[in-house]
C-alpha cells in the first residue's frame, strides 16, 4: 500500500523568512496530494491541494509543487507570519483497494518566530 | 451549516468499559471517516463509509466497530477499551473522490472537532 515519508518533523523559521516541507510518497498510482494544517487543539484543515495533472499550485503566499517522476511533493510558505505556526500535515491519496482513502505523513511542527 | 460535529470532547475510561463516539455530518456527503491522531503522528484510518449501509476497515480497525444506517451519522464503538486505545478521535466527511464512479465534487475532507480519550 502506500506510504508517505514527510521532512522535517520540526521547523523554526524567523518571521518574513520561508518555509518548505517535503513529503515523498510510494504509490506511483496516487494521483491526489492535499496539505492540510493543525493548529494547537484544533481539527485538521486543508490549506491546499494539487492532482497529478499539475506540477505547480499557488495561492497567495502558499505553493505545492509535484515531481511525479520522483514521488515527491512540497510545501512552500513564503513571507511567513506568527500564525503560519502549526503542525502541517501531507498526504496521498491511495486507491488500491480502498475507494481513494488518504494516507498522512507525520506531521511538521512549524514555528515563526517573530 | 454545523458542517461536522462529534461528541464527546472528552472521555476518561476503564480498562475494559465500552463507548461510543459519535459524529454527524449535515452537509449531505456520501463519505464518512473514523482517524485516531496519537502524539506525534499523522493520522491513521480506522473505519470509512462510502455510504449508508456500507462501511469497511481501515489501516487500524483492530478493537473498533462502526455502523452507518444514515447519511448523516457514523458512530464508532469501542467493545473493551485498552490504553493502547488513548488517542484523539477524529471524524471526517468529504464527497465521492473526483474520478471515481459516481464521484463529482470536491475531494475536501472536512474534520470535526476530534474526541480525546483517554483509557486508565
Known amino acids: 500500500g502506500e506510504n508517505v515519508e514527510q521532512h522535517p518533523s520540526t521547523l523554526s523559521v524567523q518571521e518574513g523568512d520561508s518555509a518548505v516541507i517535503k513529503c515523498t510518497y510510494s504509490?506511483?498510482?496516487?494521483?491526489?496530494f492535499p496539505w492540510y494544517k493543525q493548529e494547537l487543539g484544533k481539527r485538521p484543515q486543508l490549506i491546499i491541494d494539487i492532482r497529478s495533472n499539475v506540477g505547480e499550485k499557488k495561492d497567495q503566499r502558499i505553493a505545492v509543487t509535484l515531481n511525479k517522476t520522483a514521488k515527491h511533493f512540497s510545501l512552500h510558505i513564503t513571507e511567513t507570519q506568527p500564525e503560519d505556526s502549526a503542525v502541517y500535515f501531507c498526504?496521498?491519496?491511495?486507491?488500491?483497494?480502498?475507494?481513494?482513502?488518504?494516507?498522512f505523513g507525520k506531521g511538521t511542527k512549524l514555528s515563526v518566530k517573530p | 451549516n454545523a458542517g461536522v460535529t462529534q461528541t464527546p470532547k472528552f472521555r476518561i475510561l476503564k480498562i475494559g468499559q465500552s463507548m461510543t463516539l459519535q459524529c454527524t455530518q449535515d452537509?449531505?456527503?456520501?463519505?464518512m471517516y473514523w482517524y485516531r491522531q496519537d502524539p506525534g503522528m499523522g493520522l491513521k484510518l480506522i473505519y470509512y463509509s462510502v455510504g449508508a449501509g456500507i462501511t469497511d476497515k481501515g489501516e487500524v480497525p483492530n478493537g473498533y466497530n462502526v455502523s452507518r444506517s444514515t447519511t448523516e451519522d457514523f458512530p464508532l464503538r469501542l467493545e473493551l477499551a485498552a490504553p493502547s486505545q488513548t488517542s484523539v478521535y477524529f471524524c471526517?466527511?468529504?464527497?465521492?473522490?473526483?474520478?471515481?464512479?459516481?464521484?463529482?465534487?470536491?475531494?475536501?475532507?472536512?474534520f470535526g472537532p476530534g474526541t480525546r480519550l483517554t483509557v486508565l
Open positions: 498526504a496521498a491519496r491511495s486507491y488500491g483497494g480502498s475507494q481513494g482513502n488518504l494516507i
Open positions: 471526517a466527511s468529504s464527497y465521492p473522490a473526483r474520478g471515481r464512479v459516481g464521484g463529482s465534487g470536491t475531494d475536501t475532507q472536512y
Open positions: 504509490d506511483s498510482a496516487s494521483n491526489y
Open positions: 452537509m449531505n456527503h456520501n463519505y
